[in-house]
């Protein structure tokens, strides 16, 4: 145990960070788990947790990632913690929780839509969170260059 918590501490930390911990930081906590957990330690976390959204574990169990145990958390969980790597995921967290997110010593943001369940197609719903899925993975290769996603690299050669 003693060894695990020391090999913790090697790893930098990344945090997450949407409005409701469902689905953007849950894909980007899966997808950089997926690629680079041996590097990072990594959370995800939101102003307002909601659960987890099925559809979120719907796309990313396409890519053989499977996130349905991962679990809705809030940011107050994780205010007084440091992290390496602060990432926000869409922009109403920045004007909503901008004296409550936890300062890093990289700080990133990209707003990416939520993609909207208002549709009653489920197979349309689907699609719009495969395109938040594929955009976030290929926007995290570029944020984290040595954890780029492999798989898309060989296709593209």
Not at 6 to 12: D, G, L, P, S, T
Not at 47 to 72: F, H, K, T, W
Request: aromatic share 8%; glycine share 8%; net charge positive.
């Amino acid at each position: 145990m003693a060894r695990e918590a020391e090999i913790q501490r090697e790893k930098e930390s990344v945090l997450f960070i949407c409005t409701f911990n469902s689905a953007r930081s849950q894909i980007a906590e899966g997808l950089l788990r997926a690629r680079c957990g041996g590097r990072f330690t990594i959370y995800s976390a939101g102003i307002a947790p909601a659960g987890l959204n099925p559809y979120a574990v719907m796309a990313m169990r396409e890519i053989g990632i499977d996130i349905s145990q991962q679990r809705s958390k809030s940011l107050k969980t994780f205010t007084a913690m440091k992290f390496d790597h602060v990432v926000t995921l869409c922009d109403h967290v920045g004007l909503a929780a901008s004296g409550s997110i936890p300062r890093g010593g990289h700080y990133y943001h990209r707003g990416f839509i939520s993609p909207s369940e208002m549709r009653r197609d489920k197979a349309a719903i689907l699609v719009d969170y495969r395109r938040l899925r594929n955009d976030m993975s290929n926007w995290l290769s570029e944020v984290f260059p040595d954890c780029a996603d492999k798989q898309a690299e060989n296709k593209r050669e």
